[in-house]
């Protein structure tokens, strides 16, 4: 594995570049200034490993760290995601059948799992929120909108009040949750 390193030097006429360095002038730089800014990017190649360090400004590094971290959690969230085969069977009331035919024989199957995720979401959301979001998630998904009110008065010890006041804040996080997140590819 090598590593090429890139430090910002500035000339006189504020106009920046890129300049090789040796790792020693580059350990000596950050061990002396601490708000430099670096990117790491590493290219495996023909069984070789290149790897590059990077100068950058903050606002760049930042970015780059926002893209680096969306792309390790869904990585991580991909490695919870079980695979099958179409072509595997499955019990069924028919006895053993290819998973290909039930799902074509249920066309809602994408439906019902994208509103499974959807509904997860919502969940973790209303959880991360308030302490009785979910709770008036679950009333509502029950049928009990109408009885909200009165069930959280008496599961939380509230006033009318104060559980209209939850009722409204849930329909309101609820609304702009469903505005502010795509579930579509």
């Known amino acids: 594995m090598s590593t090429i390193y890139l430090l910002r030097k500035?000339?006189?006429n504020g106009v920046s570049y890129l300049t090789l360095v040796t790792r020693e002038q580059w350990l000596s730089v950050v061990r002396r200034e601490r708000n430099?800014?670096?990117?790491?990017?590493?290219?495996?190649?023909?069984?070789?490993?290149d790897c590059m360090v990077i100068e950058t400004t903050e606002e760049e590094y930042q970015?780059?760290?926002?893209?680096r971290m969306a792309s390790i959690r869904n990585y991580r969230?991909?490695?919870?995601i079980q695979k099958i085969s179409l072509d595997e069977y499955v019990q069924n009331v028919d006895g053993l059948v290819p998973l290909r035919d039930v799902i074509e024989a249920d066309n809602r199957t994408e439906e019902l799992a994208i509103d499974s995720i959807q509904l997860e979401a919502?969940?973790?959301?209303?959880?991360?929120w308030r302490f009785w979001g979910v709770d008036i998630l679950d009333?509502?998904?029950?049928?009990?909108?109408?009885?909200?009110v009165s069930i959280m008065m008496k599961k939380y010890?509230?006033?009318?009040?104060?559980a209209r006041?939850?009722?409204?804040?849930?329909?309101?996080?609820?609304?702009?949750?469903?505005?502010?997140?795509?579930?579509?590819?």
């Open 77 to 80: 969230i991909g490695q919870d």
């Open 63 to 67: 970015k780059w760290n926002q893209e």
């Open 10 to 12: 500035e000339q006189p």
């Open 139 to 148: 009333l509502y998904l029950a049928g009990e909108q109408k009885a909200c």
């Open 122 to 128: 919502i969940r973790q959301a209303l959880a991360g």
């Open 157 to 162: 010890g509230v006033t009318p009040q104060t």
């Open 165 to 185: 006041k939850y009722k409204r804040q849930f329909e309101n996080f609820i609304k702009k949750f469903l505005l502010s997140v795509s579930f579509s590819s």
């Open 36 to 49: 430099r800014f670096f990117i790491r990017d590493c290219i495996f190649d023909c069984g070789h490993m």
